[in-house]
């Protein structure tokens, strides 16, 4: 049987071995943390634990093993973003996949943790406020657990996350007002029934649950960084690591609370010597945290009217979060930014279609700030970045994703026998209308792969490449492309020579031709290819956009 002390935030007042205890005996305070005499031996025992958050149950609030509610969530994956990383000329983006927790959302794992810590205590229904992740989450465990959930949530929560909700046998309340005062309704109603209302933030369940994030991205990245593959669950050989920079999108801030204690109980430990900046990013429409952050106010002023489509994020009122949250930013760096719902749905786009990953617009966020803080220099190039990719997409909702988006193909003719082979020729052809032909002659894999992408995501062009000069300039007068991406520096003929072979042939000379190039041009060179080439960017430099506005430009002259 596992043992923990409750530290009160308020007065320091610490209770040893406290069992069901919702405030500090002392003051009454309800911000509570869990403290731990650190068990000897206990990162020897990880690789029997296995692959889920429960393989640091030695420092989780669960006295018995018994009590454990487990769907198989934590341990998620931590990959390198690779086509992100080529995109923003950042070699060092790690994204924690939390989308691959049970219900889709890093919820998962404040869940596991509250609802085992509520089998424990014996409780049979329970109460939850929640902008719509939380009441999946919830729900899917206590489903589990044989706990019956009251889950309250604001109207604005999108009725495809709700259904879920139901489908576990949780009651919905849909309270029709903000999320701050579907959190009173909640509480009231708890009180009334004298049913066990979850504590979120304040409560231990929840903190310690997010430390897990931490503790996961340190051994994973330790073994990332020896050249190891990090989801081998009973290999912890490696020294763990603390990147440069944490970054997640906020509404209540659980999540960096929690992920800050699991660093800073990493470090009291030894097993790590660093703790990393903080970048919390919220939505603009409700941003009492990056507001009060930016004006340098002690305590938050409060949002009392959210004007945001990204429900998840609609905490107008972030209490004694935000003096944390503060107080961890002022000890070890960071920032709290808001974007704009336009951003975060910009960013959306991005992920999904250059590194396959489908995010709710909550998460986007994060990444939309992530964009704004590298193109700022506030994060630098050779700092190690986490992000908390905290949820998934599904459903798409139809916003996001219009109802256009399929090719319908109808095969002529039903009644006879089979399709006439031209019909189906014709038919096929038509799936197909790319017209636009263009040519990329470039040597860098890395970087033929992200314009390639960029290219493919836009649908409407059909792409061909050639990875030297002597083979590009042979693509270019087979094909006649309608435009050529071009690389400055390449072994044997180099973008220049491409550039003059081709203004010196009469059915090549108008061809357009936009150079790419990691190369900072002399004023000679600038000269070179003056009047030449349609346009010039730098890679890494946020090229997408830019990329593709150049292109349209340069096709439709
Ligand atoms: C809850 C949630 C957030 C915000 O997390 P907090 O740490 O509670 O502020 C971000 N993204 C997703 C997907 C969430 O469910
Ligand atoms: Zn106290």
Redesign the pocket.
Known sequence: MRTFATLCRACRHTEPDARDLLSCPRCGGKWLDAAYDYPPGWQERLGRYGATLWRYRDLLPVRDDDNIVSLGEGWTPLTRAMNLGLMLGHPHIYIKD?RQGPTG???DRQAAVAISMMKEAGVREAVVSS????AIAYSAFCARAGVKLWAFVTSSVPAEKMREVALYGSEVIKVAGTYDQAKQVAAQFAASKGLFLDQG?RGIAAKEA?KTVAYEIAEQLGSLLAGRDPMIAHDNHHPWQTPHWYL???????????VMKGFRELREMGLVNAMPKLA?FQVAGCAPMASSFHKGLATAENVDNPATDIT??A?GAPGE?YQVLRELIGEHGGTIDAVSDAEAFRALDVVAKMDGLS??P??A??FAGLFNLIRQGVIKRDEIVVI?C??HTFPVEKHIVGEHFTRDMALAGAAEEAPREEGLLTALEELDPRVQRIAIVEDNPDAIRLIRRILQAQGEFLIEEAHNGIDGLKLIRETRPNLVVLDLMMPGMDGFAIVDAMKAEETLKDIPVIVVTAKELTAIERRRLYGKIKGLLQKGAFMDVDLVEDIREALSE
Not at 131 to 134: K, M, S
Not at 248 to 258: D, E, F, I, M
């Open positions: 939390e959302s890093f919820k902008t719509g992740n939380v933030i997010m997640q999108a906020v509404s209540g801030g659980l999540g960096p609370v929690g919390c998840t994020l905490t979060s995010v709710e909550a998460t966020v994060a908390n905290s949820g």
